[in-house]
């Protein structure tokens, strides 16, 4: 109950941070120093949350579940008394056949004295090495398909929004904005699935690692469909449907990996959340480091004036937003 209450919260207070964020541009002016401040320490803290947080959490609950399956394994192999069944065999006083050999009936012996079920190996080295070799192949993969999924999300967004140039500006606001909210859903995602381990510490980096880079995308998701002529009330809209995604996404995880109740599901969407936090850590804000200190360089070269309102807001936003989607 302790999980579902911090989400809720924490998924009300990412809906308003988001539209707040959105709707900076639309009443004040905030100077671009400031913006790019914030935008490059939510990437240092997602790359630095997927790296020290998410990715051992949900190796942890990967490696925790498939412990769970192996206790059930032997709890179920335990139900069979192995004291009892050596006694009734001793009692029956019935010989082996001639086919089973001496040293195989000498290894049963043994193995049931000891506990262990000899025809069944999931109490020994060789099993319990083999289950968690399994396991090891399984972290790489997650996080791999959330890196590729995010990019193919993004070349989507980019490609459709490159051909409907010539088709109005409304639906390149449209493919603006799908793109975003696939962008905060993967980001509600890794929320949820955080929410199922009960670590309130855990809960609220990812929360924090999540806002301070939803709040620069939001303002320039905004910046470029009112630059792009879209009126302010559908700007209102578009920025609705981005901040309801990211919630939305964290309580349906939530409950879907609540019903499962599967650890090594949860570990697994942590690992695929992982990966899309990596690709937005390297893939946009990086490169916008490098795009901010050549802008730097050219503005110090020349005039040394700046602008400032809400045109100034406009065109660092659809810088913002053009690195975020390049």
């Not at 999931?122 to 995010?150: C, E, K, R, W």
């Not at 792009?228 to 309801?244: N, P, Q, T, W």
Request: glycine content about 10%; hydrophobic content about 45%; proline content about 3%.
């Amino acid at each position: 109950m302790e999980g579902i209450a911090l989400l809720t919260v924490l998924s009300c207070s990412m809906f308003l941070g988001s539209y707040f964020a959105g709707s900076i541009p639309m009443m004040f002016s905030m100077s671009e120093p400031r913006m790019r401040m914030v935008s490059i320490f939510g990437a240092g803290l997602l790359l630095g949350t997927a790296l020290s947080v998410i990715i051992p959490e949900g190796v942890e609950s990967l490696y925790s579940g498939v412990a769970g399956n192996l206790r059930h394994l032997r709890e179920r192999n335990n139900r069979v008394k192995p004291e009892e069944t050596l006694m009734n065999s001793k009692t029956e006083k019935e010989e082996s056949p001639a086919i089973i050999s001496r040293a195989f009936n000498r290894d049963v012996t043994s193995g049931i004295l000891n506990g262990e079920s000899a025809l069944d190996p999931t109490g020994s080295d060789y099993s319990h090495n083999h289950i968690y070799s399994g396991a090891h192949q399984h972290i790489g993969y997650p996080l791999v398909f959330g890196f590729v999924f995010m990019l193919l999300v993004d070349q989507i967004s980019s490609v459709t929004g490159s051909r409907n140039d010539r088709s109005g500006r409304n639906r390149m606001g449209i493919s603006a904005t799908i793109g975003l909210v696939v962008h905060a859903a993967a980001d509600g995602v890794a929320l949820g699935s955080t929410s199922t381990t009960n670590k309130s510490d855990v809960q609220l980096i990812v929360f924090i690692a999540i806002m301070l880079h939803k709040g620069p995308a939001a303002f320039g998701l905004v910046s470029f469909l009112l630059l792009e002529g879209i009126d302010s009330r559908s700007a209102r809209k578009h920025l609705l449907v981005f901040a309801c995604a990211a919630p939305f996404a964290a309580v349906l995880t939530f409950i879907i990996l609540g019903m499962s109740s599967s650890e090594s599901s949860t570990g697994m969407l942590m690992l695929f959340s992982a990966g899309t936090f990596l690709f937005v850590a390297t893939v946009h804000v990086l490169p916008e480091l490098d795009y901010s200190l050549v802008i730097d360089a050219q503005a110090l070269a020349t005039s040394g004036h700046s602008h400032s309102g809400k045109i100034y807001n406009y065109n660092y936003g659809v810088k913002l937003f053009k690195v975020w989607n390049s």
